[in-house]
């Protein structure tokens, strides 16, 4: 992972993993979070919702990285991943560990 993101209306909360090769610039990212990722994630998912039975993720396959992007109950979580990774896994992984954090908060 190169780094993962939470992100709930205009509050971004990054990490990124040191010693990166070819990382984007914080400011940039920041606007990719604030953004583009959610504006995709609104796009897809209801493409997703018309007759495709929902939106499971998003991944987004940059030059030097591959981007997997999942709606939250509030928001959206990122996962900057190596290019060279098997990203559907890693979505599905992912996405299981969301599923079962949101579960968690649920009374």
């Given at each position: 992972?190169?780094?993962?993101?939470?992100?709930?209306?205009?509050?971004?909360?990054?990490?990124?993993?040191?010693?990166?090769r070819?990382?984007?610039?914080?400011?940039?990212?920041?606007?990719?979070?604030?953004?583009?990722?959610?504006?995709?994630?609104?796009?897809?998912?209801?493409?997703?919702?018309?007759?495709?039975?929902?939106?499971r993720?998003?991944?987004?396959?940059?030059?030097?990285?591959?981007?997997?992007?999942?709606?939250?109950?509030?928001?959206?979580?990122?996962?900057?991943?190596?290019?060279?990774?098997?990203?559907?896994?890693?979505?599905?992984?992912?996405?299981?560990?969301?599923?079962?954090?949101?579960?968690?908060?649920?009374?």
């Amino acid at each position: 992972m190169r780094y993962v993101a939470l992100g709930s209306g205009q509050w971004i909360d990054a990490r990124q993993r040191d010693g990166v090769r070819d990382a984007s610039a914080g400011e940039s990212d920041f606007y990719e979070e604030l953004l583009v990722n959610p504006t995709l994630l609104k796009l897809a998912g209801q493409r997703g919702d018309l007759d495709c039975g929902g939106l499971r993720y998003l991944i987004v396959a940059y030059g030097n990285f591959n981007q997997i992007v999942l709606q939250r109950s509030e928001g959206h979580v990122s996962v900057c991943i190596d290019r060279h990774a098997d990203a559907p896994e890693l979505a599905r992984r992912i996405g299981a560990v969301v599923e079962e954090h949101e579960n968690q908060e649920r009374p």
